[in-house]
């Protein structure tokens, strides 16, 4: 780890200047960051830590939808998000207990990791990703492997997720990391179902609009069954091929609509 | 009714109260005055010609104190090899020199070839980058496949050996034609190649080494993470540096797991004594996750042609094996005994088969060195014997069970030498066999794959039945084998003034429990409280010459040099109370703590004789010396033969291929029990690193010689949610015949008996499923190989 400055503001307004500074990155719970640090992988000059930053921490519900803090941990999503089950669970199975408790929702999201889960949440809920500066909408969001649509020094603040009528996260894990090896997050919303899938693609999470189409119709598990993923584009390593991942995106999304 | 102290008590493991609450010292906690940091600078790649290391950047940072490279360490002694491996052909195997740091070339990525020393850590990281900025590589080819290794002689790990060969092993050559002829007329050959995965051991604590020198005396100290604190000493001082023995203290504190890793003396600990003598500093190494990763031994990695000939009716007439072994870059201290002599000795198993043919090949490569780990060289033996017994089960529609049951050797066959030349004492391997099978329900076992296939899960039964070699090792043995060391062990039990015990011993607990067992069994012994005796082990300094932990040998050597000790100071203590009671020392019987003459109630404490031993005023100092200590080196006149059956159950996942373990029976003969709850341990936890093995560990090397699994993201280590509630037996007990204490090893068995059981269940859920297509797969048997696999 090399040397850095470390700033823990503890309002927004002052993170956003503080991230101004030359170099600076802003640190979630820091469960990529710090490892990244630790093998010197990056040199930022100043951390600016967003855990301090009450406004962003906390889980409430606003009619049908269901408002994450940015800064709030995968723990408190899961015990605290209960109106929306399927993110409840799948914030409850990322990592492990350490992982839950430092790592933070906006953090996961902003770096786009994937084969990270929350993507799949966010993607499939067709939610808002709210900013210091404006709001995104998911669809426009997620722009490739650790690629948003954030600007430098733009903070995810909070998360808004309309919650669906029914959905279930599917998780396939690899079996060192236990990220996503595959990941398939359904949800049937008044606009039709969405279905999206993480870990599987070299350009990260994406929208599998064939099933979607074939579900919202009939949303069963049998209606996908004539359908076939291709693996174009699917992601090959240590831990499977893409035939293998194209497999996966099936067969979990079979078992995510017979969950839902 | 369980006893609850002494031999064969469940006493709880007294040293878990300073590990479960951070209390242990281990190396990295100990922080010294004057303290300097060492940071390795590695290769990143995999071969190449070191062109030039220009040090004087990096000697010029904030902090730097030192800088090392190849060329300060070219005239001290290689890190030797401890066997010495003959060819088929007679000729000695190749030992190419092993450096402090590397020099010339570098051979595989995590080599160390310069190292920094600074102030403080972040210094010495920062001074260690500009250093091997500073250094230009000439990129050679990697040798990392190791039939291509052998089939080109013009790329070289080592330029004075042409063909990369170590050495070609027969065992017994005399054999092998009689071998030959056997297969060539036998009824049923099943062949089957398969490879025996490379793991990285993983110890949680990583390797960490504090060099200290004292220039008023001349002497050295290291402290490290060791499992053998002796053997460290002696390669340290007489090999590699050239210091005398009774310069050098090697302390080895609390040790955060072994497993085999820390048998091995590394460069790191000549290198902090080095740079502590040059600064006359103390110096510090500790190695981060990623160095233990690219540099600590690893483990396995054979790739293996096995032949089985058999009768129609599974009666074996004959294994042959053609093994390539990875030793790596360099020989480590026991590269060259794990694939030989724990290995081909052991491809019998516990069967009563005439013809047996052994042929290892060992192969360097551009890898990390590869040297024992848990089980090292048994668990490639019985991995491959039980895949291949296993196959021809299938090939020939035969019963797996009845298989194992018409070729093991029975208990009147004993004392019974194999055709591979082991001699087994004792053993009784049907009922281990009958045990497991009893445990395991294998009668209902229809009704529970009935009840899987209705939640679309293939259910699958595996058998492993499995011998071991260890209790390590008869020294006659061994040296003409090839061993450069004894490997005797040793204790002093030293009996103070006030009654109460030291016992200085040999073995180095690192996880294992001795300083439990090894006072039950003091106390036992001598009919005093547990919470009376204190083991001591770990320091040169204090304890006697001792071998160490590893290959199962703690209690089968160590803890016998221990009790042949406690029988000196019973010896000792008759002609003590002989003398007091005014008998004659025959008369005196000893008995729960108490020396009395016999048919009299005249008798005196254990306390009191020890007092009587320091405070010599009634005494009989003409012919016996004051003071009660003793010290025993014990070696074994053979090795202890552990044996048992495991049976595994699975569902697998055909959607995903997943597999899931759902029971786990170990039925084991460890011969008499010291501690129940923990061999439990060292059987839970042993499966457990089989299981890991089976399912989930692999070390994958690209072609460009870079780890792929060099962290925890990509290397999978089995977690508590991938194994079952094991089912352990040891009931079954033949005990030791030449061991006064008639005890076996148990800290490998698990992890040697399990994987092939494991495997085995896979295949036969596929089976079971109709996928009978599928003949074997490689471990790991992870989800995407397992549906690959069905899908043909």
């Not at chain 2, 029975?410 to 009958?434: I, R």
């Given at each position: 780890?090399?040397?850095?400055?470390?700033?823990?503001?503890?309002?927004?307004?002052?993170?956003?200047?503080?991230?101004?500074?030359?170099?600076?990155?802003?640190?979630?719970?820091?469960?990529?960051?710090?490892?990244?640090?630790?093998?010197?992988?990056?040199?930022?000059?100043?951390?600016?830590?967003?855990?301090?930053?009450?406004?962003?921490?906390?889980?409430?519900?606003?009619?049908?939808?269901?408002?994450?803090?940015?800064?709030?941990?995968?723990?408190?999503?899961?015990?605290?998000?209960?109106?929306?089950?399927?993110?409840?669970?799948?914030?409850?199975?990322?990592?492990?207990?350490?992982?839950?408790?430092?790592?933070?929702?906006?953090?996961?999201?902003?770096?786009?990791?994937?084969?990270?889960?929350?993507?799949?949440?966010?993607?499939?809920?067709?939610?808002?990703?709210?900013?210091?500066?404006?709001?995104?909408?998911?669809?426009?969001?997620?722009?490739?492997?650790?690629?948003?649509?954030?600007?430098?020094?733009?903070?995810?603040?909070?998360?808004?997720?309309?919650?669906?009528?029914?959905?279930?996260?599917?998780?396939?894990?690899?079996?060192?990391?236990?990220?996503?090896?595959?990941?398939?997050?359904?949800?049937?919303?008044?606009?039709?179902?969405?279905?999206?899938?993480?870990?599987?693609?070299?350009?990260?999470?994406?929208?599998?609009?064939?099933?979607?189409?074939?579900?919202?119709?009939?949303?069963?598990?049998?209606?996908?069954?004539?359908?076939?993923?291709?693996?174009?584009?699917?992601?090959?390593?240590?831990?499977?091929?893409?035939?293998?991942?194209?497999?996966?995106?099936?067969?979990?999304?079979?078992?995510?609509?017979?969950?839902? | 009714?369980?006893?609850?102290?002494?031999?064969?008590?469940?006493?709880?493991?007294?040293?878990?109260?300073?590990?479960?609450?951070?209390?242990?010292?281990?190396?990295?906690?100990?922080?010294?005055?004057?303290?300097?940091?060492?940071?390795?600078?590695?290769?990143?790649?995999?071969?190449?010609?070191?062109?030039?290391?220009?040090?004087?950047?990096?000697?010029?940072?904030?902090?730097?104190?030192?800088?090392?490279?190849?060329?300060?360490?070219?005239?001290?002694?290689?890190?030797?090899?401890?066997?010495?491996?003959?060819?088929?052909?007679?000729?000695?195997?190749?030992?190419?020199?092993?450096?402090?740091?590397?020099?010339?070339?570098?051979?595989?990525?995590?080599?160390?070839?310069?190292?920094?020393?600074?102030?403080?850590?972040?210094?010495?990281?920062?001074?260690?980058?500009?250093?091997?900025?500073?250094?230009?590589?000439?990129?050679?080819?990697?040798?990392?496949?190791?039939?291509?290794?052998?089939?080109?002689?013009?790329?070289?790990?080592?330029?004075?050996?042409?063909?990369?060969?170590?050495?070609?092993?027969?065992?017994?050559?005399?054999?092998?034609?009689?071998?030959?002829?056997?297969?060539?007329?036998?009824?049923?050959?099943?062949?089957?190649?398969?490879?025996?995965?490379?793991?990285?051991?993983?110890?949680?604590?990583?390797?960490?080494?504090?060099?200290?020198?004292?220039?008023?005396?001349?002497?050295y100290k290291l402290t490290t993470t060791s499992q053998n604190p002796h053997l460290t000493r002696l390669l340290v001082a007489a090999f590699v540096m050239g210091i005398p023995e009774?310069?050098?203290?090697?302390?080895?504190?609390?040790?955060?797991?072994?497993?085999?890793?820390?048998?091995?003396?590394?460069?790191?600990?000549?290198?902090?004594?080095?740079?502590?003598?040059k600064l006359k500093r103390p110096v510090r190494w500790t190695a981060e996750r990623t160095e233990s990763f690219l540099s600590d031994a690893h483990g396995r990695d054979h790739v293996?042609?096995?032949?089985?000939?058999?009768?129609?009716?599974?009666?074996?007439?004959?294994?042959?094996?053609?093994?390539?072994?990875?030793?790596?870059?360099?020989?480590?201290?026991?590269?060259?005994?794990?694939?030989?002599?724990?290995?081909?000795?052991?491809?019998?198993?516990?069967?009563?088969?005439?013809?047996?043919?052994?042929?290892?090949?060992?192969?360097?490569?551009?890898?990390?060195?590869?040297?024992?780990?848990?089980?090292?060289?048994?668990?490639?033996?019985?991995?491959?014997?039980?895949?291949?017994?296993?196959?021809?089960?299938?090939?020939?529609?035969?019963?797996?069970?009845?298989?194992?049951?018409?070729?093991?050797?029975?208990?009147?066959?004993?004392?019974?030498?194999?055709?591979?030349?082991?001699?087994?004492?004792?053993?009784?391997?049907?009922?281990?066999?009958?045990?497991?099978?009893?445990?395991?329900?294998?009668?209902?076992?229809?009704?529970?794959?009935?009840?899987?296939?209705?939640?679309?899960?293939?259910?699958?039964?595996?058998?492993?039945?499995?011998?071991?070699?260890?209790?390590?090792?008869?020294?006659?043995?061994?040296?003409?084998?090839?061993?450069?060391?004894?490997?005797?062990?040793?204790?002093?039990?030293?009996?103070?003034?006030?009654?109460?015990?030291?016992?200085?011993?040999?073995?180095?607990?690192?996880?294992?429990?001795?300083?439990?067992?090894?006072?039950?069994?003091?106390?036992?012994?001598?009919?005093?409280?547990?919470?009376?005796?204190?083991?001591?082990?770990?320091?040169?300094?204090?304890?006697?010459?001792?071998?160490?932990?590893?290959?199962?040998?703690?209690?089968?050597?160590?803890?016998?040099?221990?009790?042949?000790?406690?029988?000196?100071?019973?010896?000792?203590?008759?002609?003590?109370?002989?003398?007091?009671?005014?008998?004659?020392?025959?008369?005196?019987?000893?008995?729960?703590?108490?020396?009395?003459?016999?048919?009299?109630?005249?008798?005196?404490?254990?306390?009191?004789?020890?007092?009587?031993?320091?405070?010599?005023?009634?005494?009989?100092?003409?012919?016996?010396?004051?003071?009660?200590?003793?010290?025993?080196?014990?070696?074994?006149?053979?090795?202890?033969?552990?044996?048992?059956?495991?049976?595994?159950?699975?569902?697998?996942?055909?959607?995903?291929?997943?597999?899931?373990?759902?029971?786990?029976?170990?039925?084991?003969?460890?011969?008499?029990?010291?501690?129940?709850?923990?061999?439990?341990?060292?059987?839970?936890?042993?499966?457990?690193?089989?299981?890991?093995?089976?399912?989930?560990?692999?070390?994958?090397?690209?072609?460009?010689?870079?780890?792929?699994?060099?962290?925890?993201?990509?290397?999978?280590?089995?977690?508590?949610?991938?194994?079952?509630?094991?089912?352990?037996?040891?009931?079954?007990?033949?005990?030791?015949?030449?061991?006064?204490?008639?005890?076996?090893?148990?800290?490998?068995?698990?992890?040697?008996?399990?994987?092939?059981?494991?495997?085995?269940?896979?295949?036969?859920?596929?089976?079971?499923?109709?996928?009978?297509?599928?003949?074997?797969?490689?471990?790991?048997?992870?989800?995407?190989?397992?549906?690959?696999?069905?899908?043909?």
């Amino acid at each position: 780890m090399y040397a850095f400055d470390f700033e823990r503001p503890k309002t927004i307004a002052e993170a956003v200047k503080a991230l101004g500074r030359e170099d600076a990155q802003a640190l979630g719970g820091g469960q990529t960051l710090i490892p990244t640090l630790k093998q010197r992988l990056a040199s930022p000059s100043v951390l600016v830590s967003l855990n301090g930053i009450k406004e962003m921490i906390g889980v409430r519900k606003e009619g049908d939808t269901l408002i994450i803090g940015g800064a709030t941990p995968h723990a408190v999503v899961a015990k605290e998000a209960g109106a929306y089950p399927a993110l409840a669970a799948l914030a409850g199975a990322i990592g492990d207990p350490a992982v839950r408790n430092r790592g933070t929702i906006g953090g996961s999201v902003a770096n786009d990791d994937p084969a990270a889960d929350y993507p799949a949440a966010v993607l499939a809920s067709g939610a808002t990703v709210v900013t210091n500066a404006r709001q995104i909408a998911a669809d426009d969001f997620f722009q490739g492997l650790f690629t948003t649509a954030l600007e430098a020094g733009e903070i995810i603040t909070e998360i808004r997720f309309p919650i669906p009528g029914k959905a279930n996260y599917q998780k396939f894990q690899q079996p060192a990391s236990r990220f996503a090896l595959t990941g398939v997050f359904v949800a049937k919303t008044a606009g039709g179902v969405r279905v999206a899938v993480t870990g599987a693609s070299e350009d990260g999470v994406f929208r599998w609009t064939d099933a979607e189409q074939a579900l919202s119709s009939n949303f069963a598990a049998g209606a996908i069954a004539g359908l076939k993923v291709s693996d174009d584009g699917m992601i090959g390593d240590l831990h499977g091929t893409p035939a293998y991942r194209a497999h996966l995106v099936k067969v979990l999304t079979g078992r995510a609509v017979s969950a839902a | 009714m369980p006893k609850d102290h002494g031999i064969g008590a469940s006493s709880k493991r007294r040293e878990d109260i300073r590990f479960l609450t951070g209390q242990g010292v281990y190396t990295d906690d100990l922080n010294l005055h004057g303290q300097a940091y060492a940071v390795i600078v590695r290769s990143t790649v995999a071969h190449g010609k070191i062109k030039s290391i220009n040090t004087s950047n990096a000697a010029g940072m904030p902090g730097v104190l030192a800088v090392f490279t190849g060329e300060d360490f070219k005239d001290v002694g290689g890190n030797p090899a401890g066997w010495l491996i003959n060819s088929r052909d007679g000729t000695p195997m190749r030992e190419p020199k092993r450096p402090v740091l590397a020099h010339g070339k570098v051979r595989h990525v995590g080599d160390a070839y310069a190292a920094v020393v600074a102030e403080t850590h972040a210094q010495a990281k920062d001074a260690a980058e500009q250093l091997a900025a500073d250094t230009e590589i000439k990129d050679l080819p990697a040798i990392v496949d190791m039939a291509a290794a052998v089939a080109d002689a013009s790329n070289r790990v080592h330029d004075e050996i042409p063909d990369n060969l170590c050495f070609d092993w027969g065992w017994i050559e005399d054999n092998r034609a009689k071998v030959d002829e056997a297969i060539r007329n036998a009824p049923h050959v099943t062949t089957l190649e398969l490879i025996n995965n490379r793991l990285v051991p993983n110890a949680m604590e990583p390797r960490a080494s504090i060099g200290e020198y004292f220039p008023g005396t001349g002497d050295y100290k290291l402290t490290t993470t060791s499992q053998n604190p002796h053997l460290t000493r002696l390669l340290v001082a007489a090999f590699v540096m050239g210091i005398p023995e009774n310069k050098l203290t090697v302390v080895a504190p609390d040790v955060g797991g072994g497993f085999g890793s820390k048998i091995y003396h590394y460069g790191e600990e000549a290198l902090v004594l080095a740079a502590a003598k040059k600064l006359k500093r103390p110096v510090r190494w500790t190695a981060e996750r990623t160095e233990s990763f690219l540099s600590d031994a690893h483990g396995r990695d054979h790739v293996t042609k096995i032949e089985l000939a058999c009768e129609k009716d599974g009666t074996f007439i004959a294994f042959r094996t053609e093994t390539l072994a990875n030793v790596g870059a360099y020989l480590s201290n026991f590269s060259t005994a794990t694939p030989t002599f724990l290995h081909g000795t052991l491809m019998a198993g516990p069967y009563k088969v005439p013809n047996v043919y052994v042929n290892v090949k060992t192969v360097f490569t551009n890898t990390a060195p590869v040297d024992a780990y848990r089980g090292a060289g048994r668990p490639e033996a019985t991995f491959s014997l039980e895949r291949v017994v296993d196959k021809m089960c299938r090939e020939l529609n035969l019963d797996p069970f009845e298989v194992r049951r018409k070729n093991f050797i029975t208990t009147d066959m004993f004392p019974y030498t194999t055709p591979v030349g082991l001699p087994y004492d004792t053993g009784n391997y049907h009922a281990t066999l009958d045990k497991a099978m009893e445990i395991a329900n294998v009668s209902g076992f229809e009704k529970r794959r009935a009840a899987s296939a209705a939640k679309g899960k293939l259910r699958g039964m595996g058998l492993s039945t499995w011998i071991e070699a260890c209790g390590i090792a008869p020294s006659h043995l061994v040296g003409v084998l090839g061993s450069r060391v004894g490997l005797y062990d040793a204790a002093t039990v030293r009996v103070n003034a006030t009654g109460n015990i030291s016992v200085m011993v040999g073995a180095h607990s690192h996880g294992q429990g001795h300083e439990t067992v090894f006072a039950q069994i003091v106390a036992d012994k001598l009919g005093i409280p547990e919470s009376s005796v204190e083991i001591v082990h770990g320091d040169t300094s204090k304890i006697p010459f001792g071998m160490g932990s590893y290959g199962s040998r703690s209690l089968a050597v160590c803890g016998v040099a221990m009790t042949k000790a406690i029988d000196k100071i019973v010896a000792k203590g008759k002609k003590i109370a002989a003398h007091m009671l005014e008998a004659a020392e025959e008369d005196i019987s000893f008995e729960d703590g108490k020396f009395a003459v016999a048919g009299t109630d005249k008798a005196k404490t254990f306390g009191e004789i020890a007092f009587s031993a320091y405070v010599p005023h009634n005494y009989p100092l003409e012919t016996l010396e004051p003071g009660l200590e003793e010290t025993a080196f014990y070696d074994p006149n053979n090795f202890t033969y552990p044996a048992g059956a495991y049976i595994c159950e699975v569902d697998v996942d055909p959607d995903t291929g997943k597999v899931d373990i759902l029971s786990f029976v170990c039925a084991d003969d460890f011969g008499n029990i010291m501690n129940p709850m923990i061999v439990d341990g060292q059987v839970h936890g042993g499966v457990g690193q089989g299981i890991g093995q089976a399912l989930l560990e692999n070390t994958t090397y690209d072609e460009n010689g870079q780890l792929l699994t060099g962290s925890f993201m990509d290397y999978a280590m089995p977690r508590a949610e991938d194994v079952p509630f094991y089912q352990v037996d040891y009931s079954c007990q033949t005990p030791c015949t030449h061991n006064p204490l008639g005890v076996k090893g148990c800290g490998e068995a698990g992890a040697i008996g399990s994987p092939p059981a494991v495997v085995n269940a896979v295949i036969d859920a596929l089976h079971r499923g109709g996928h009978t297509q599928v003949k074997h797969i490689d471990m790991p048997v992870s989800p995407s190989r397992v549906w690959s696999a069905i899908q043909g």
